[in-house]
């Protein structure tokens, strides 16, 4: 019987291989091919939100793309557009190719909410434009004090703020979440798969975070700074 193997395949056992080999430890490479994100930069969430008493939700990037995250750099917002404004995608595992500059990236992670433990539970660091409707503007100092502490250790730096904070101006649809979205949670230093939208709103449920999607994964409202908006 002759075993095929694809190039991607190739490409992540190498990857986690070679990452093993530099040190990072066995369950963080088993939970780096599941959730693809880099292996390094699981080791850094855990020993960062062990250390801060954080709670960071992620969105999965693209499967396959654990090859390649921390090795080419993460898509920017300049990446995912042209000169005439159409939208560049990435392809398969995560990476793209801007078609003028030639620049070659991967799928940036995506975060999805950031809490801090507090006396009555997790706390929101908002990480999103304090003004709503706004696409871009200062976050909460708590926010942008954590994400720069994440980015001194990451080897793909987080590119922008929390999809559960963003409030689309008139006109923009917020990206939302769908049935088959994949979830990484890193609490406290506990690492969490979390495969689907089901799956990531009873997470949420446990530790009594605000949810802001319906059933069908459209946003809802953002929770305000501060407090524990889901238990108000």
Not at 95 to 111: A, K, N, Q
Not at 136 to 142: L, T
Not at 177 to 199: C, I, K, P
């Amino acid at each position: 019987m002759t075993l095929k193997v694809s190039i991607a395949e190739a490409a992540v056992f190498a990857r986690l291989r070679d990452a093993g080999r530099a040190g990072v430890g066995d369950d963080d490479l088993r939970f780096a091919k599941r959730s693809d994100l880099a292996p390094e930069d699981v080791a850094a969430f855990r020993l960062v939100t062990r250390r801060q008493g954080l709670l960071v939700v992620m969105r999965c990037p693209k499967r396959g793309a654990v090859a390649f995250q921390g090795e080419l750099p993460p898509k920017r917002w300049a990446d995912g557009h042209d000169s005439a404004g159409r939208t560049v995608k990435s392809g398969e595992s995560g990476i793209g190719v801007h078609p003028e500059t030639g620049r070659m990236f991967v799928s940036d992670y995506d975060l999805m909410s950031l809490w801090r433990k507090g006396p009555g539970g997790y706390e929101k660091l908002f990480a999103s434009a304090l003004t709503p409707g706004a696409e871009r503007g200062a976050w909460s100092k708590a926010a942008r004090d954590a994400v720069r502490l994440l980015n001194t250790v990451l080897r793909s730096k987080l590119q922008h703020g929390a999809q559960d904070d963003f409030t689309p101006p008139i006109g923009k649809k917020h990206p939302g979440v769908t049935a088959e979205t994949r979830f990484a949670a890193f609490r406290e230093g506990e690492a969490t798969y979390l495969d689907g939208m089901a799956a990531c709103q009873a997470y949420y449920g446990r530790y009594v975070l605000h949810w802001p999607y319906d059933g069908s994964g459209n946003f809802t409202y953002a929770a305000k700074p501060g407090g524990n908006p889901a238990a108000a």
